[in-house]
């Protein structure tokens, strides 16, 4: 549905209030807008990589671009930065990022490839931005902080950190919105590569998308099974939300980076937006930091 190619397109939103497609281009530096009504992208340039955006309550976005938490003003496309993290490690940037039920922005971080396929390992960490906007550490020693998404009934907190190729179940305390006892629920299949972002369902059924996988998969939290694969026309799968008017479509983002130039020749959709019809299920509206 989005023809305009992304170099590394993520962390797709859905914006009811603008029926609009929210997502990031990391690697362009850009948070974009899709309206399926006129067809139109609209993007905002940043100075960082944007690693997630998520909607604000009060209009306009937040954001985690190199290693800060931001606001973004759709309108004015101004940037003020709420906190800066991990000053010390300047290879990193954040990665993916969500808010939880009670509205508060967790988003992860990773490090950059210092040469192709080359990165410094466990240096990634999963952070929590409150509303009065103070900022806890989740998780330490991560890879690649990647996809998450919180149960239905608020009680368990799912993450993927990439380079363990699985999605592991946390339990979560709504209240505090702290973490613990982590349980591995589902390691991916060797065809299924490498997992990236993630989203749940009405039904409480997780959707992974797996990067150069060329798909994405549906996963059973209760009993840790797949239980469907949806493939796409491209392999660098990266991302996938619910929206639509009534969450019964799914939008899945991918890249072009990473595709050598033969690949690329072959591979005509890479980095385009899709949209998933008929999968019988719907997904629910996405959380609002609150702030």
Same mark, same amino acid.
């Given at each position: 549905?989005?023809?305009?190619?992304?170099?590394?397109?993520?962390?797709?939103?859905?914006?009811?209030?603008?029926?609009?497609?929210?997502?990031?281009?990391?690697?362009?530096?850009?948070?974009?807008?899709?309206?399926?009504?006129?067809?139109?992208?609209?993007?905002?340039?940043?100075?960082?990589?944007?690693?997630?955006?998520?909607?604000?309550?009060?209009?306009?976005?937040?954001?985690?671009?190199?290693?800060?938490?931001?606001?973004?003003?759709?309108?004015?496309?101004?940037?003020?930065?709420?906190?800066?993290?991990?000053?010390?490690?300047?290879?990193?940037?954040?990665?993916?990022?969500?808010?939880?039920?009670?509205?508060?922005?967790?988003?992860?971080?990773?490090?950059?490839?210092?040469?192709?396929?080359?990165?410094?390992?466990?240096?990634?960490?999963?952070?929590?931005?409150?509303?009065?906007?103070?900022?806890?550490?989740? /998780?330490?020693?991560?890879? !690649?902080?990647? %996809?998450?998404?919180?149960?239905? +009934?608020?009680? $368990?907190?799912?993450? #993927?950190?990439?380079?363990?190729?699985?999605?592991?179940?946390?339990?979560?305390?709504?209240?505090?919105?702290?973490?613990?006892?982590?349980?591995?629920?589902?390691?991916?299949?060797?065809?299924?590569?490498?997992?990236?972002?993630?989203?749940?369902?009405?039904?409480?059924? /997780?959707?992974?998308?797996? !990067?150069?996988? %060329?798909?994405?998969?549906?996963? +059973?939290?209760? $009993?840790?099974?797949? #239980?469907?694969?949806?493939?796409?026309?491209?392999?660098?799968?990266?991302?996938?939300?619910?929206?639509?008017?009534?969450?019964?479509?799914?939008?899945?983002?991918?890249?072009?980076?990473?595709?050598?130039?033969?690949?690329?020749?072959?591979?005509?959709?890479?980095?385009?937006?899709?949209?998933?019809?008929?999968?019988?299920?719907?997904?629910?509206?996405?959380?609002?930091?609150?702030?």
């Amino acid at each position: 549905v989005v023809k305009e190619k992304n170099r590394m397109g993520e962390c797709p939103v859905w914006e009811e209030r603008e029926s609009a497609l929210v997502y990031v281009d990391i690697n362009s530096q850009k948070v974009c807008r899709w309206s399926p009504l006129t067809n139109e992208v609209q993007t905002v340039s940043l100075d960082a990589r944007v690693g997630s955006v998520a909607l604000r309550q009060c209009g306009g976005y937040v954001i985690a671009l190199g290693t800060r938490f931001a606001f973004l003003d759709w309108d004015t496309q101004a940037v003020s930065t709420i906190i800066e993290l991990e000053q010390d490690k300047p290879n990193n940037r954040f990665n993916d990022g969500k808010v939880d039920p009670k509205g508060r922005f967790f988003a992860g971080t990773m490090a950059e490839e210092t040469a192709p396929g080359v990165r410094a390992r466990r240096q990634g960490a999963l952070y929590t931005l409150f509303p009065d906007h103070s900022v806890i550490k989740q /998780l330490d020693q991560v890879d !690649i902080s990647n %996809g998450l998404d919180w149960s239905l +009934d608020h009680r $368990t907190f799912f993450h #993927i950190d990439s380079l363990a190729y699985a999605v592991h179940a946390f339990s979560y305390d709504v209240h505090t919105g702290k973490i613990a006892c982590p349980k591995l629920l589902y390691h991916l299949e060797k065809e299924e590569r490498m997992p990236d972002g993630m989203c749940i369902d009405a039904e409480g059924k /997780l959707w992974v998308a797996c !990067i150069d996988g %060329g798909r994405v998969i549906r996963v +059973d939290p209760e $009993t840790g099974k797949k #239980i469907q694969t949806v493939m796409l026309p491209t392999p660098r799968i990266t991302s996938c939300c619910f929206g639509g008017k009534d969450y019964s479509e799914m939008y899945v983002t991918s890249a072009y980076d990473g595709l050598d130039e033969t690949t690329l020749a072959k591979e005509p959709h890479a980095g385009e937006i899709f949209k998933i019809t008929g999968l019988g299920v719907k997904g629910i509206p996405q959380n609002f930091y609150a702030a």
